[in-house]
T-cell receptor, first 115, second 114 residues
Framework: LAKTTQPISMDSYEGQEVNITCSHN???????ITWYQQFPSQGPRFIIQ???TKVTNEVASLFIPADRKSSTLSLPRVSLSDTAVYYC????????????????FGKGTHLIIQP | DTAVSQTPKYLVTQMGNDKSIKCEQN?????MYWYKQDSKKFLKIMFS???????INETVPNRFSPKSPDKAHLNLHINSLELGDSAVYFC?????????????FGPGTRLLVL
């Protein structure tokens, strides 16, 4: 069973900020939260990873509340090329073979950006 | 240079045939994975190998047999192919086998069983 729940799809427009929320009510103490992006006909690509509070890189920001039961991926000023499927995963980087739950991508959130 | 490569990119075959998909990573990673993405885009882990040792085998029919000749390679052999095996198969690698490790994916192998 996937450890995360995400909306199936979202729509937005070019230039807008997009926030995709992922629920992970049963996140374990040592679990990290990782987001991937997948374009059609390509493999998933790492976007960002965090443990708590806020993480920012050149692509996105990740907001994690104190209870860590959810996380929000924030994409600033999206463009048409941000149309993709976004996956949220939780897992313990130090748990060797820590079970398939942390490797279950689920169906992700299909983000569609319109002009 | 491609970090994680798979061959072939496309594979069309008849039911009952046996086929292999190859994966190679040049990242020096210890861990490699096989995933299956079906027509509904559900991406599911099949196998994971760490230092050539199988560590995850997720209720996959025994017609699927992974083989890791060395840390840089993880091949997938499929016997007696069935229609339901049609999917995109992705290989991935990570530094180590922790479930939260960042994974690097290959371009996928699109398998169509007729």
């Amino acid at each position: 069973l996937a450890k995360t729940t995400q909306p199936i799809s979202m729509d937005s427009y070019e230039g807008q900020e997009v926030n995709i929320t992922c629920s992970h009510n049963n996140i374990a103490t040592n679990d990290y939260i990782t987001w991937y992006q997948q374009f059609p006909s390509q493999g998933p690509r790492f976007i960002i990873q965090g443990y708590k509070t806020k993480v920012t890189n050149e692509v996105a920001s990740l907001f994690i509340p104190a209870d860590r039961k959810s996380s929000t991926l924030s994409l600033p000023r999206v463009s048409l090329s941000d149309t993709a499927v976004y996956y949220c995963l939780v897992g313990d980087p130090l748990s060797i073979g820590g079970g398939a739950d942390g490797l279950t991508f689920g169906k992700g959130t299909h983000l569609i950006i319109q002009p | 240079d491609t970090a994680v490569s798979q061959t072939p990119k496309y594979l069309v075959t008849q039911m009952g045939n046996d086929k292999s998909i190859k994966c190679e990573q040049n990242l020096g990673h210890d861990t490699m994975y096989w995933y299956k993405q079906d027509s509904k885009k559900f991406l599911k882990i099949m196998f994971s190998y760490n230092n050539k040792e199988l560590i995850i085998n997720e209720t996959v029919p025994n017609r699927f047999s992974p083989k890791s000749p060395d840390k840089a390679h993880l091949n997938l052999h499929i016997n007696s192919l069935e229609l339901g095996d049609s999917a995109v198969y992705f290989c991935a690698s990570s530094t180590s086998a922790g479930a939260g490790e960042t994974q690097y994916f290959g371009p996928g192998t699109r398998l169509l069983v007729l």
